[in-house]
Antibody, heavy 123, light 110 residues
Framework: QVQLVQSDAEVKKPGASVKVSCKASGYTFINYYIHWVRQAPGQGLEWMGIIDPSGGDTRYAQKFQGRVSMTRDTSTSTIYMELSSLRSGDTAVYYC????????????????WGQGTLVTVSS | QSVLTQPPSASGTPGQRVTVSCSGSSSNIGSSGVSWYQQLPGTAPKLLIYTNDQRPSGVPDRFSGSKSGSSASLAISGLQSEDEADYYCATWDDSLDGFFFGTGTKVTVL
């Protein structure tokens, strides 16, 4: 069965960086894009970007350009999301999600999600 | 100011039909497929509808989606207590060159 298992919660100080991992299993890793979505406490969902596990190509939301980096390790079927220059507003649960692929010309539909990783930014 | 606007809340009694709206523009809903997600308290979102009206396998046919112009809707028929959750629409925006979720709607079963 498809599973996305994320790393444990992190507590970081303002200005630091955090790297969250997402280990995929149960399907062919390189065949499905992976997205990152975050959710601040009591708030809605926010898309951060996408990575192609096959070639490593990425596309980031404009809000995070220059501060986020998504990478992959095909040998371990793991995706990484690193966010730098952390501030209190980055406190959120970070999710990885698999893209089911385009259908009828429509793309970016997330069919499996990781369990989420809480990142707390506090001095 | 939000790209995709949803009502903050909706409610119904068991068995009733509830509809959640998602209002956008020609650059997002008007030109891209819409998906809907259900988020139960303390859990990750779950895909309910993709490409406007398609249900993934395993999603009950009580859930249905539609789109007209720059608006989309999610309908829940035969409302059940386990449907109490937050619901989000989502789609790509060509003008903003990004992917956006709606503001979210909390559905309460009375």
């Amino acid at each position: 069965q498809v599973q996305l298992v994320q790393s444990d919660a992190e507590v970081k100080k303002p200005g630091a960086s955090v790297k969250v991992s997402c280990k995929a299993s149960g399907y062919t890793f390189i065949n499905y894009y992976i997205h990152w979505v975050r959710q601040a406490p009591g708030q809605g969902l926010e898309w951060m970007g996408i990575i192609d596990p096959s070639g490593g190509d990425t596309r980031y939301a404009q809000k995070f350009q220059g501060r986020v980096s998504m990478t992959r390790d095909t040998s371990t079927s793991t995706i990484y999301m690193e966010l730098s220059s952390l501030r209190s507003g980055d406190t959120a649960v970070y999710y990885c999600a698999r893209d089911r692929g385009c259908s009828g010309g429509s793309c970016y539909h997330f069919d499996f999600w990781g369990q989420g990783t809480l990142v707390t930014v506090s001095s | 100011q939000s790209v995709l606007t949803q009502p903050p809340s909706a409610s119904g009694t068991p068995g009733q039909r509830v509809t959640v709206s998602c209002s956008g523009s020609s650059s997002n809903i008007g030109s891209s497929g819409v998906s809907w997600y259900q988020q139960l308290p303390g859990t990750a979102p779950k895909l309910l509808i993709y490409t406007n009206d398609q249900r993934p396998s395993g999603v009950p046919d009580r859930f249905s989606g539609s789109k007209s112009g720059s608006s989309a809707s999610l309908a829940i028929s035969g409302l059940q207590s386990e449907d109490e959750a937050d619901y989000y629409c989502a789609t790509w925006d060509d003008s903003l060159d990004g992917f956006f979720f709606g503001t979210g709607t909390k559905v309460t079963v009375l």
